[in-house]
Nanobody
């Protein structure tokens, strides 16, 4: 079992930046897939960015809406996943969740149901 705890959410103005952190504990060795998902108010959860750490430098995937603005990376020593968010927009407002332990591979990288472990979420609010 992997336990995940997100921090770093908050309220910012459009154009600002935030860095989300996700501290992992437990059987972290069991997961090569780590990701950030978000759920805007009244909408379904959607994939933001995922990193596969099974290779040397890692392989990253991003939603088109955040490419060039967000960066996902993981510190293996600290067992912490990060999401650096720059040039934030009001449409980035959502609850952000950290995920690990992908166990389904038939869909794309951004399918929430493909991940087994989830954090409790951290709220990001971007005002115009």
């Amino acid at each position: 079992q992997v336990q995940l705890v997100e921090t770093g959410g908050g309220s910012v103005q459009a154009g600002g930046s935030l860095r989300l952190s996700c501290a992992a504990s437990g059987s972290t060795y069991s997961s090569n897939w780590w990701g950030w998902f978000r759920q805007p108010p009244g909408k379904e959860r959607e994939g933001v960015a995922v990193i596969y750490t099974g290779t040397g430098t890692g392989i990253t995937y991003y939603a088109d809406s955040v490419k060039g603005r967000f960066t996902i990376f993981r510190d293996n020593v600290k067992n912490t996943l990060y999401l650096q968010m720059n040039s934030l927009k009001p449409e980035d407002t959502a609850m952000y969740y950290c995920a690990a332990n992908r166990f389904q591979y038939t869909g794309g990288w951004n399918v929430p149901s493909a991940f087994r472990a989830w954090g409790q979420g951290t709220q990001v609010t971007v005002s115009s």
